[in-house]
């Protein structure tokens, strides 16, 4: 669970389309840096926004394999698309973080960490499926002795506006993994978009005191039982509209017992172990750590970079790389997210956001990976499942 | 391998090289705007002539070796310089996997030579374009057409206090991504060898929305197969995969095999 915490403190309340830019603007006086989808350059990204006049509205996106594409939506809804390529880790977990400098004086030096969070965050659209993954690193990064001050700093007060998804893209499946379509926790309010003819609103729900201080703040008033039942309607199509399907019953033990399925060398023979899935993966958090100096030898820094199971000084050990060939990556990857994980963490590392297969520049899809080894598994393997 | 730790006091002592070349790569040292007077006093430029004519002798510390092997006497040549240099960089393109002059390495460089030059007995030149690699050891290799300036500082910076550089050999998609920069191929079908070529520039040329034109090399393990498939798939072609693959590292073992295994007879 979240450390937003589950408990909903107000009932559900109606915010009509006109008066929703009020939320944002209520937001922005209590200080928050708004960051939220934004149209950039052929894609809906995440990014500052000045307010609600900056959402995508009226967009929408085909997702498959390998691509994405834009296209108009015939309404004005203004979360009408699903996820793109960034994940809200970029802001949480950045890239790139300076973790601390050192400056040469008379006697050593100074060391300094910089400044890590300026401002409060809002995000703002936050899918169900997101919600699970930032719920993950909080599990990953945010837990134990060993807490990562960045994720703890920029984590720290997050305001969470989750948008439940009544319109599933063509590479989702968060039906199967059980983290969506509908947000059950980890938000400060959650909103259902309901457009229809005549009709633009929003059923809005909060799940801390937070959330409801900002309903408060916003023109509403209590749900009717015809509108609750339209948006109940809506997220229960959804679930039957994912683009994808992933079986997960027994998943951990089948990748177990597939360490050696010949589908492996097949990926492996399409991978380009280019990263871009690790990249856009909201849960996936490995980071390399890079020491640098200046040529003057005053100034000293170590930097934290995104980093990827897919490179081979991610497995680099004194004599060479552990997972040389890409067969041995891939496995180690898809393993990971849908086995070792659980055992590690207690969750699967995949919310079913289809991300990566979005944007694998090779198209190459995880529900159809697992599903060729489940399909093709031996059976000398079955029977050592049974 | 390794660092240029000196006896305190001493400068390290810098030379800049040039075999077959265009020159922009050690005008990438020229262009180090910022650091340059920092560099200037943290080393010796003893060998320079882009730049100075005053020449300091041997042997160096440090040796930036531009341009690939074309002649017999370049052959020569690089042995002495690497027998006067304590750590031998090759920069660029060029030095690295035999520049867009390489490309003659695919016909008959005979051919050329004697429709080119009014005397052909004149002009002495070996078959192929080759990198220095193929001559002499190298200790570290920056890539690129040109050079990243923020690489030739990171490995200067790194070989002056004695640290590990940190030259990625991933791809360019990885800088991509964390840029934030929104995948070409993906959202606009356009085709980008980000996925098969090193990392380095900073992904320059999809941050301008062009797709990445390879001029860093293959990087660690690269699919070039796979990714000529998914450029067949955006509607190019066979003799276009061909030219793709032959830039400026045309020669690049990698690139090389798979612009051949679509060249059409
Ligand atoms: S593994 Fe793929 S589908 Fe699963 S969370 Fe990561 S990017 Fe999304
Ligand atoms: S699965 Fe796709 S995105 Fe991931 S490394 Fe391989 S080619 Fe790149």
Known sequence: MSVTGANRVSATVVIERAAFPQLLDALKTARYKLLGPK???????????????????????????????????????????TVGPHSWKKFLHPAVAVLWQATKNAKGFDLAAPPIRAQKLALLGVRPCDLHAISILDTVLGRGPYKDPVWAALRKGV????????????????????????????????????????????????????????????????????????????????????????????LKELLYRNHEHPRWDNVAGRCLSCASCTMVCPTCFC???????????????????????????????????????????????LTHKFATWLDQFGTFGCVGCGRCITWCPAGIDVTEEIGAIRHTESAKSRKEAS | ?????????????????????????????????????????????????????????????????????TTPHDAERIHAVRRMSKCLVTIGACATAGGIQALRNFK??????????????????????????????????????????????????????????????????????????????????MPCLGPVTQAGCGAVCPGLDRGCYGCFGPKETPNTNSMSTIWATLGVSRADLTRAFRGFNAYAEPFRRESTAHEQK
């Open chain 2, 108 to 189: 008959d460089v005979k051919e050329f030579v004697s429709v080119v030059y009014a005397t052909p007995a004149y002009i002495e030149v070996l078959a192929k374009s080759t990198p220095i690699a193929d001559h002499v050891f190298v200790d570290y290799e920056l890539r690129g057409c040109p050079i990243s300036k923020v690489q030739l500082i990171e490995l200067l910076g790194a070989l002056l206090c004695g640290r590990k550089p940190n030259i990625p050999t991933y791809s360019v998609c990885i800088e991509c991504k964390r840029r934030g920069i929104v995948c070409l191929t993906v959202a606009k079908d």
């Open chain 1, 159 to 250: 305001f969470v506006l989750a948008v439940n998804c009544v319109e599933p893209g063509g590479t989702c499946f968060c039906a199967s993994m059980n983290t969506g379509p509908r947000a059950s926790f980890g938000f400060d309010i959650a909103l259902t978009e309901v457009v229809e003819a005549e009709r633009h609103f929003f059923v809005a729900t909060a799940g801390t005191e937070r959330g409801s201080a900002m309903l408060e703040k916003t023109p509403h008033r209590p749900a009717r039982p015809d509108e609750l039942d339209r948006a109940d309607q809506l997220l229960a199509n959804a679930a039957s509209k994912m683009g994808r399907k992933l079986d997960t019953t027994g």
């Open chain 1, 287 to 333: 980071t390399t750590v890079e020491d640098t100096t200046d040529v003057t030898g005053r100034h000293a820094a170590r930097v934290r970079k995104w980093d990827s199971c897919f490179t081979l000084a991610f497995s680099f050990i004194h004599g060479g790389p552990i997972r040389a060939s890409v067969r041995a990556r891939y496995r180690h990857w």
């Open chain 1, 39 to 81: 149209l950039v350059n052929g894609a809906i990204v995440y990014e500052e926004l000045a307010g609600a006049g900056e959402l995508p509205a009226g967009w929408a996106e085909d997702q498959m394999p390998g691509v994405y594409k834009l296209k108009r939506r015939i309404d004005e809804a203004l979360f009408g698309y």
């Open chain 2, 1 to 69: 391998m390794g660092g240029v730790t000196m006896p305190s006091g001493k400068k390290p002592k810098l030379a800049v090289w040039k075999f077959a070349s265009c020159d922009g790569c050690q005008l990438t040292l020229l262009d180090c705007e910022d650091e340059l007077l920092a560099l200037a006093e943290a080393v010796e430029i003893a060998y320079f002539p882009e730049a100075s004519r005053a020449v300091v002798k041997g042997p160096y510390d440090i040796s930036l070796v531009e341009g690939s092997i």
